[in-house]
């Protein structure tokens, strides 16, 4: 049964600035490469606890998409009862460790 995926607003903003930082709207490959990436966090609806969990969270698991030096992770958060996925972040994979932010208690 396939997941629900949902992109949070900010993974929409982390998209958005790099659909424009690779120039997407001037440039084919540019265009290709980011519906590539559209393609990769859609097919997190199958199956998305194959993917590892990230190292700075266990409940979160990541997505590596591209190619050196352009590889992206897609942060997500699985609910397998909910059967929904939720995109956290995408960032490129060379920048800092992800901070998540804490739940409110």
């Known amino acids: 049964m ?3 995926v949902k992109t949070l607003p900010r993974a929409e903003r982390d ?7 690779i120039r997407g709207l001037t440039s084919p490959p540019a265009r290709k490469w980011f519906n590539g ?3 990769a966090i ?3 609806a199958e199956h998305p606890q194959r993917y590892p969990a990230t190292p700075e969270d266990p409940n979160l698991r990541h997505l590596l998409y591209g190619n050196k030096p352009h590889i992206y992770r897609i942060i997500c958060s699985v609910d397998d009862a909910a059967q929904r996925v939720e995109i956290i972040h995408v960032r490129h994979h060379a920048r800092n460790e992800f901070k998540p932010k804490k739940p409110l208690q």
């Open 2 to 4: 396939a997941y629900l």
């Open 42 to 44: 859609e097919g997190l």
């Open 37 to 39: 990436l559209v393609d």
């Open 15 to 21: 998209m958005e600035a790099i659909f424009h930082y």
